[in-house]
């Protein structure tokens, strides 16, 4: 019973609630691509053991929380690379939160989702090509939670599905990740997370993976307004090159109307290894 009332008030930041992890972990992983930032998906089917729990309508305020899982989102994003290089995707991501009755794993109380399909444009020095670019998919579970901190952690995997060389890396590169979150009652959160990519398989002639991001973000609603902001940097450190790091630093601004909403980023890359100059995102959503 004490589980059924937390999902019947899924518009609250209430620290405790389970639901409100999910929301709040299905947002951050939306925004930050490289973020770098917010809203920011893929499909996992429920089973028996892992029942899909339907949220109850939005309630007076829930149109303003910028937390709630994303049904879907289009994203377009422009990035200005090192060595007179560009790409340009457009995003399709979709998430999907399942919860568990009775977990099996003491305070795993569901799983996240989430699944990116990418249309890219990029340009290189020696030409340019569009066509699908890299597909990548991620699960996370909870493996702790208390009142005002959980732990989120689970793997990513990039499938080597783009079309041209300009398009994707060519490898097939798993990414597991964790972050431990602090939930913020009424306004947001603050959450670290730490991702490592690693090259397993894929073309030969392709350079081998192995990179950090590390990656702080802070969410703040705009008390009594649907408004939200968000502000995030990221250190990327190449493991093959040394140890080289490159940085960036984001901002976002995003509003959201009864179930659908909008945002607008730019980051900036600094550092001599810098993967980016800068970058420009936006994204248009709707929100379960």
Known sequence: MAHK???ANLHMFDA?????????AATLLATTCASAGLLVCFAVMATAQTP???????????????????????????YNLRGEAWNN??????????????????GNRGILT???????AGGRPDGTSAGLGDIYAQALLIPYLAKQFAIVA????????????????????IAPVAAPVWFIPQRGLFFVKVQDFISVA?????????????????VWRLKGKP??????????????????????????????????????KVEVGFGPYRVQTFAIKTSVFRVR
């Open 5 to 7: 009332q937390i999902l």
């Open 16 to 24: 405790g609630s389970v639901s409100r992890l999910i929301r709040c």
């Open 52 to 78: 899909t729990v339907t949220p109850p309508p939005p309630s007076e305020g829930a149109d303003s929380d910028p937390t709630r899982p994303i049904v879907w989102s289009l994203r377009e994003e422009y």
């Open 89 to 106: 995707a457009l995003v399709f991501r979709v998430d999907r939160a399942v919860f568990k009755e009775k977990p099996l794993v003491p």
């Open 114 to 120: 989430r699944l990116d399909i990418p249309f890219v």
């Open 154 to 173: 689970g793997s990513g995997i990039s499938l080597p599905t783009a079309t041209d060389h300009r398009l994707g890396t060519g490898k097939l590169t």
């Open 202 to 218: 894929g073309a030969g002639d392709r350079p081998d993976l192995h990179y950090m991001t590390i990656t702080p973000l802070l």
């Open 227 to 264: 408004y939200w902001v968000q502000l995030d940097a990221e250190t990327q450190t190449n493991w093959n090159a040394d140890a080289h790091t490159g940085y960036k630093a984001g901002f976002l601004v995003g509003r959201i109307t009864k179930k659908r909403g909008i945002w607008l």
